[in-house]
């Protein structure tokens, strides 16, 4: 999973230094992801498309990592979580079907950890915090220019409570791009 996700960082910021920027004609973006995060996309373009903010809410450890050791005890179920990610993209091609884009950003988890005590099982709510990076592509779909499936993928470092806890983030989606009015 790890080789997976440093060859596809490593393919797109090599396409990205073509010099054909993205020229998207779209003011806003929504959309559903499956994978890691799982939920809800909003996307704010910027500068004629070439940068955007996207922010994901969803779950955190749905599909994947809902049961894992942490911090001297484990998650046993998923939680929610929100991502703020500023994104560059680069069109690739000429009919501008086809984007690449990267970025960097934060995510705030809440999750429930159990911990073994000497007088039980303790479950509490958790709140962490850290950056967060990916890397993906969008494609348009033919004869629906405003309707988009993407691929990404990145990861997560928790900074706070546990720093340097890693994540890996997959997902796809469906993205539905609006026009500038």
């Known amino acids: 999973m790890k080789r997976l996700t440093a060859?596809?960082?490593?393919?797109?910021?090599i396409i990205s230094l073509s010099d054909t920027f993205a020229q998207y004609d779209y003011n806003w973006a929504v959309g559903f992801r499956v994978g890691e995060p799982l939920g809800l996309n909003i996307r704010k373009y910027f500068r004629n498309g070439d940068r955007a903010f996207d922010v994901?809410?969803?779950?955190?450890?749905?599909?994947?990592g809902h049961q894992r050791k942490y911090n001297k005890g484990e998650y046993r179920q998923a939680g929610v979580?929100?991502?703020?990610?500023?994104?560059?993209?680069?069109e690739v091609g000429r009919k501008g079907n086809f984007h690449v884009y990267y970025?960097?950003?934060?995510?705030?988890n809440s999750r429930k950890h159990y911990k073994l005590l000497d007088i039980g099982v303790s479950n509490e709510r958790k709140l962490s915090l850290g950056p967060t990076a990916t890397a993906g592509f969008?494609?348009?779909?033919?004869?629906?220019?405003?309707l988009a499936i993407f691929l990404d993928a990145g990861g997560y470092l928790e900074a706070l409570p546990l720093p340097f806890f890693p994540n890996a983030q997959v997902s796809t989606?469906?993205?539905?791009?609006?026009?500038?009015?």
């Open 7 to 13: 060859i596809i960082t490593f393919a797109l910021m």
């Open 56 to 64: 994901n809410l969803g779950t955190y450890g749905f599909l994947y």
């Open 81 to 90: 979580m929100i991502q703020g990610i500023y994104l560059f993209h680069r």
């Open 103 to 108: 970025g960097f950003g934060g995510q705030i």
């Open 138 to 146: 969008e494609l348009k779909l033919p004869n629906q220019p405003n």
């Open 173 to 181: 989606g469906l993205r539905l791009n609006i026009d500038k009015l």
